[in-house]
């Protein structure tokens, strides 16, 4: 792994150039209808810890990332998965579904603007995602594997599925399989699309794909169970979001199904497990390691 | 043209052409999870005329079209199309929008489900779109091309912007150019984007292309003043949709801006425009007159 200091800069160094992709690849905040690209910017820019972009970029590492085309897209990668990201935050925090007010500590974009406005911000969010990536200047086939990739992930098999499947879950007993399969749709694989698409970028073989597949699915579900972890014990101005509504609606959270205890200890068995699986790249994986870590550990 | 009868045969096997490649695109309705697969089935086959799937086959008619990778091309792209024109409806329907519980004479996707279901079923069938796209057999090339078309022309610089500006029309006083250019983005983009796929499949040359986007302009504003017309003159049962809304909610239409009579004349000039964009093409551009034909037509 990096010395923090390294990790720190590291960090710092992908955090802003997550956020130069978004202020370049967005279309400008004036562009015809104004309020709409506004309204855009706000719900993609409007700050967040930029996980996706930054396990983009850190996958980017894992192979042959020198030539400028293949740094395009990274970049084209990195912005298109916060675009899919924010869409989906967007839609997600609708009164039809969660119903929030808040989030990333400012007003939703519904509560912002207008529903309406949220609905379209969403629907051409997702658009703009494909459009990114069909558009960048790199090889046609890394291009084509991105989006069928980033398709698969969001799609009605992925993340739009497992939110699906989270609807129909209140009230339910689901058990923990059944939870598991939900949040591997719902944000695991958006997840583990994310350095998907730095593998691809960078012209990863087969079998490393399968070393950060096995990699992310284990990040993916420590994830998750941190997010039900800090849902359960921190308050609404740390998380940035409403807290407590998981349990607050009756749904069931990995906390309530395990125990907060067994939770934590779950999360630090899977960052185990998705170190493990970079041991064959090497000093290249550090910062994927250290990712990890951070996603597991943060919020403490 | 064709004879009244070729062209008969022609909307029949191509109708049921689009249907067949909506049926093996789409993912089954007992896809996990079934209920988000079985709605987007019953938001995507639902009916409807089809003109955009149609319009794909007729521009395909105008350049090579022989081999079956350009055949899996014009299917690929009849479904995508169909598929963000149905994702487009779906959303249009919802309480926040247009508010209607009616389309293709059954109830809409949002009171068959529910709107959480609605808003989830119009965002998967957007990204079940270009997944179509970027994994259909043919030339990686064209796949990229209709995907740039796809997004540029159903996001916020095309139908999603179209509708944000139609938003803000609400109680406004829109005027004709104002009012032509909300629908050259709402609703003529992705019927101009529909012969342009057809035209990307079949690799017609620039100037092709812009022969095609001539018509295409033109008959996608003779398709939107019809639109209006049949609104301030047909009941419901004959659209199959709620019928007088756009007048009741004070939006400006082609008729209040333009009067009955001079809006019908408008719209039978346009259709000349658009025939006479397709001579060079010879007698492979029959369909696409015919079915030009057809739009301005309709509902008589």
Redesign the interface.
């Known amino acids: 792994m990096n010395s923090k200091l390294q990790f720190e800069g590291w960090l710092r160094t992908y955090g802003e150039r997550s956020e130069l992709a978004l202020e370049r690849l967005l279309?400008a905040a004036n562009?015809?209808?104004a309020?709409?690209?506004e309204a855009?910017r706000y719900a993609a820019q409007g700050g967040g810890k930029r996980i996706r972009p930054l396990l983009v970029y850190a996958a980017g590492e894992l192979g042959d990332n020198a030539s400028t085309e293949t740094q395009a897209a990274l970049d084209a990668a990195a912005a298109a998965i916060e675009c899919i990201h924010a869409?989906s935050l967007v839609?997600d925090d609708?009164p039809?579904?969660d119903d929030d007010d808040l989030r990333r500590g400012r007003p939703t974009v519904h509560k912002a603007y207008?529903?309406?406005?949220a609905?379209?911000v969403?629907?051409?969010l997702?658009?703009?995602a494909?459009?990114i990536l069909?558009?960048v200047q790199c090889d046609?086939?890394i291009?084509?594997e991105m989006?069928?990739a980033l398709?698969?992930a969001?799609?009605?098999?992925g993340m739009?599925?497992g939110?699906?499947?989270d609807?129909?879950s209140v009230g339910k007993k689901l058990d923990l399989a059944g939870l598991k399969q939900m949040h591997a749709m719902k944000t695991g694989a958006l997840l583990s699309c994310s350095v998907q698409l730095g593998g691809i970028a960078t012209q990863l073989h087969p079998s490393q794909m399968q070393h950060l597949a096995n990699y992310s699915e284990a990040l993916g579900l420590a994830f998750q169970i941190v997010d039900d972890v800090l849902d359960a014990t921190a308050d609404s101005q740390t998380l940035g979001k409403t807290a407590g509504k998981d349990a607050a609606n009756d749904k069931p959270t990995y906390v309530t199904l395990m125990g907060l205890d067994y939770a934590k200890q779950a999360a630090k068995d899977l960052q185990e497990t998705a170190l493990a699986s970079l041991e064959s790249f090497g000093p290249k994986a550090r910062t994927l390691k250290d990712l990890a870590l951070l996603v597991v550990n943060r919020g403490k």
């Open positions: 279309d562009t015809n209808p309020r709409l690209h855009m869409y839609h609708l039809c579904m207008d529903e309406a406005t609905l379209l969403g629907d051409a997702q658009t703009r494909f459009e069909a558009n046609v086939n291009r084509l989006i069928s398709a698969s969001s799609g009605s098999r739009a599925g939110q699906a499947i609807l129909d």
